[in-house]
């Protein structure tokens, strides 16, 4: 019988026989071993070596393939170690079309770390299909998508660019960590590989750095397997746990975050002192019929931009309730400044180019009340010589 999406988020790495038989704890027991224990030679058992293989890990790849309608899923020790990881599928000499709003971190990695092996790369504004086809060369390998991206919440069609990529036999990767598997399932889309940041929503407490990746299709599990294995930058059994815990709250973290992410959003988008709101649950974002058709949700990361008679020192200084830091998606709410934060590393024109002024903030929503979320956004905005009243 298939379950629904919030009952394998409590069961979905358990109910195929990974329950711990011994006690029947109904947690996934940390297994803090790094080899084990053979009974014969040449008798192996479910596991050898820890890099390869351990249970409480394993646990994990198996809720989060069933959270993304996938077969296999692999945990690596960050976000960029599964995404860079997943590139190692490619050969010197082959070709990479990839989204130019893509994460801080795999820009760096396709610009200054891949293009070292002979990958080379064309980056894309991926919401223009024409574009991207135009891009693709006859050593295209990979279409590398992030929707929606960031800080922007630009929205890609996701099946458009699956069937431009298909027709010249390029595999399909795409960046879910914005919007996670109870929101957007790119592999029902035919998105070849999944990959997340389970640093952000996934876990949802600050308090665990974690990617993962997840595919249907037997060839690239088996090659993702072996990546794995072989560069070995997997998640320890600790952070698997603390992982697994985190993500049985996902649904009941995320749909109230969210929901108080599109009021923050509408009351935002009529307030005089912000200049735009960026948020696709906006019916006036560009991208709001797309994402909906696509996704069932909007997600709970909104950017705006203030208006230049708020100082935005003043405005972070007041800032009461939300966390000033990067990263997103925990219970708390957190507030930053991508112009010094996340995109500090861009310079400063090609920033201007892509719409990230100086005055555009981003809020990763929490679950405190909504209404102590918008009195504190109402109070900063107001005191707009920095003067605390
Ligand atoms: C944070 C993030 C990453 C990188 O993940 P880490 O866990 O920090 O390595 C990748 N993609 C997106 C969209 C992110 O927000």
């Not at 979905?12 to 011994?22: F, P």
């Not at 929606?148 to 929205?155: D, S």
């Not at 960046?175 to 029902?188: A, E, H, I, R």
């Not at 649904?251 to 709101?277: D, G």
């Given at each position: 019988?298939?379950?629904?999406?919030?009952?394998?988020?409590?069961?979905?790495?358990?109910?195929?026989?990974?329950?711990?038989?011994?006690?029947?704890?109904?947690?996934?027991?940390?297994?803090?071993?790094?080899?084990?224990?053979?009974?014969?030679?040449?008798?192996?058992?479910?596991?050898?070596?820890?890099?390869?293989?351990?249970?409480?890990?394993?646990?994990?790849?198996?809720?989060?393939?069933?959270?993304?309608?996938?077969?296999?899923?692999?945990?690596?020790?960050?976000?960029?170690?599964?995404?860079?990881?997943?590139f190692?599928i490619l050969e010197a000499g082959d070709h990479v079309v990839i989204s130019k709003d893509v994460?801080?971190?795999t820009?760096?990695?396709i610009q200054?770390?891949i293009s070292?092996?002979s990958v080379s790369h064309t980056f894309v504004d991926m919401t223009n299909v024409k574009e991207v086809e135009e891009a693709i060369q006859e050593n295209t390998k990979i279409v590398y998508i992030e929707t929606?991206?960031?800080?922007?919440?630009?929205?890609t069609d996701i099946k458009k660019i699956v069937t431009v990529a298909k027709q010249y036999n390029c595999c399909t990767f795409l960046?879910?960590?914005?919007?996670?598997?109870?929101?957007?399932?790119?592999?029902?889309l035919g998105v070849d590989v999944?990959?997340?940041?389970?640093?952000?929503?996934?876990?949802?407490?600050?308090?665990?750095?974690?990617?993962?990746?997840?595919?249907?299709?037997?060839?690239?599990?088996?090659?993702?397997?072996?990546?794995?294995?072989?560069?070995?930058?997997?998640?320890?059994?600790?952070?698997?746990?603390?992982?697994?815990?985190?993500?049985?709250?996902?649904?009941?973290?995320?749909?109230?975050?969210?929901?108080?992410?599109?009021?923050?959003?509408?009351?935002?988008?009529?307030?005089?002192?912000?200049?735009?709101?960026?948020?696709?649950?906006?019916?006036?974002?560009?991208?709001?019929?797309?994402?909906?058709?696509?996704?069932?949700?909007?997600?709970?990361?909104?950017?705006?931009?203030?208006?230049?008679?708020?100082?935005?020192?003043?405005?972070?200084?007041?800032?009461?309730?939300?966390?000033?830091?990067?990263?997103?998606?925990?219970?708390?709410?957190?507030?930053?400044?991508?112009?010094?934060?996340?995109?500090?590393?861009?310079?400063?024109?090609?920033?201007?180019?892509?719409?990230?002024?100086?005055?555009?903030?981003?809020?990763?929503?929490?679950?405190?009340?909504?209404?102590?979320?918008?009195?504190?956004?109402?109070?900063?905005?107001?005191?707009?010589?920095?003067?605390?009243?």
């Open positions: 019988m298939s379950k629904h999406f919030a009952t394998n988020l409590i069961h979905g790495g358990i109910e195929q026989g990974y329950r711990e038989e011994y006690t029947g704890a109904v947690n996934p027991p940390i297994y803090l071993s790094s080899t084990y224990h053979q009974k014969q030679i040449n008798q192996f058992g479910p596991y050898d070596y820890t890099r390869s293989g351990n249970p409480t890990r394993a646990v994990l790849e198996k809720t989060i393939a069933k959270l993304e309608n996938g077969t296999d899923g692999f945990a690596f020790a960050s976000g960029m170690a599964a995404i860079s990881s997943a190692m994460y801080g971190g820009f760096r990695f200054q770390l070292q092996f929606p991206a960031n800080p922007l919440l630009q929205i960046d879910n960590t914005f919007m996670t598997p109870l929101y957007q399932k790119p592999l029902d999944v990959l997340h940041s389970a640093t952000k929503f996934l876990s949802g407490h600050s308090d665990v750095v974690a990617g993962l990746a997840v595919t249907k299709d037997e060839q690239l599990a088996q090659k993702l397997g072996f990546i794995q294995n072989t560069l070995g930058s997997i998640l320890s059994a600790q952070d698997s746990y603390t992982l697994i815990q985190g993500m049985k709250t996902l649904e009941t973290r995320l749909e109230k975050s969210s929901k108080s992410a599109l009021k923050i959003a509408n009351f935002l988008n009529n307030h005089a002192s912000i200049e735009q709101v960026y948020y696709p649950g906006l019916e006036n974002h560009p991208g709001y019929h797309i994402h909906h058709n696509q996704a069932s949700n909007a997600g709970a990361v909104l950017s705006f931009e203030l208006h230049p008679s708020v100082s935005i020192d003043a405005f972070v200084q007041n800032m009461q309730v939300p966390v000033f830091a990067v990263s997103l998606g925990a219970v708390e709410s957190i507030l930053s400044h991508p112009a010094t934060m996340s995109h500090a590393a861009m310079p400063a024109d090609e920033r201007k180019v892509r719409g990230i002024s100086d005055r555009l903030f981003r809020l990763s929503v929490g679950i405190e009340d909504a209404d102590d979320l918008i009195e504190d956004l109402q109070q900063a905005l107001q005191q707009k010589t920095g003067v605390t009243l």
